[in-house]
């Protein structure tokens, strides 16, 4: 049963990719905080999505942070990530999707954990840089603990096909 609670508020911007961003940070609290750490699972750090036997869309989780509050023994924290994605060159222009995860973890243990859709609205670029925020993420800090002791991790949800194509592809 998810403690938790998180409200998404879906994509708040979206640009056609003109410069890249840095590799995904594994962590990143905001200064003076007592903020859970932030990190991307490494095997779904991105997504491929096939249609009819090639590759339509690739997209990548960058720059997660994350933001919070201790407020009544709960953290309340602000979750952004920026996910760059591109169309096959192959593959017509038309807005895509893709699921993501939010997941709770503390001492190795997933309390909670979410699944969202991200929209892609493509239109006239194969190329696009969107960045998602989840408006709130509420983790009760049990007693003897505080919100350090907790992580957020996200990735996107894959399929079995789509993990072994990421562990596979990179060789």
């Given at each position: 049963?998810?403690?938790?609670?998180?409200?998404?508020?879906?994509?708040?911007?979206?640009?056609?990719?003109?410069?890249?961003?840095?590799?995904?940070?594994?962590?990143?609290r905001?200064?003076?905080?007592?903020?859970p750490?932030?990190?991307?699972?490494?095997?779904?750090?991105?997504?491929?999505?096939?249609?009819?036997?090639?590759?339509?869309?690739?997209?990548?989780?960058r720059?997660?942070?994350?933001?919070?509050?201790?407020?009544?023994?709960?953290a309340?924290?602000?979750?952004?990530?920026?996910?760059?994605?591109?169309?096959a060159?192959?593959?017509?222009v038309?807005?895509?999707?893709?699921?993501?995860?939010?997941?709770?973890?503390?001492?190795?243990?997933v309390?909670?954990?979410?699944?969202?859709?991200?929209?892609?609205?493509?239109?006239?670029?194969?190329?696009?840089?969107?960045?998602?925020?989840?408006?709130?993420?509420d983790?009760?800090?049990?007693?003897?603990?505080?919100?350090?002791?907790?992580?957020?991790?996200?990735?996107?949800?894959?399929?079995?096909?789509?993990?072994?194509?990421?562990?596979?592809?990179?060789?």
């Amino acid at each position: 049963m998810n403690k938790f609670a998180i409200a998404a508020v879906g994509t708040v911007a979206a640009m056609a990719l003109t410069t890249g961003l840095a590799a995904a940070k594994s962590q990143a609290r905001a200064k003076g905080a007592e903020c859970p750490s932030v990190n991307v699972l490494p095997d779904a750090v991105r997504i491929t999505q096939m249609s009819n036997g090639k590759v339509d869309l690739k997209a990548e989780i960058r720059e997660p942070a994350i933001a919070c509050s201790l407020v009544g023994g709960n953290a309340k924290s602000k979750l952004s990530f920026w996910v760059k994605s591109a169309i096959a060159p192959n593959s017509g222009v038309a807005a895509r999707s893709v699921p993501y995860f939010v997941a709770i973890i503390v001492d190795g243990e997933v309390i909670g954990k979410e699944v969202f859709q991200l929209a892609l609205p493509f239109k006239a670029d194969r190329k696009l840089m969107v960045k998602e925020k989840i408006a709130r993420i509420d983790i009760p800090v049990a007693h003897g603990r505080t919100p350090e002791d907790y992580s957020v991790t996200i990735g996107f949800q894959l399929t079995p096909e789509q993990v072994n194509y990421n562990r596979t592809a990179s060789r």
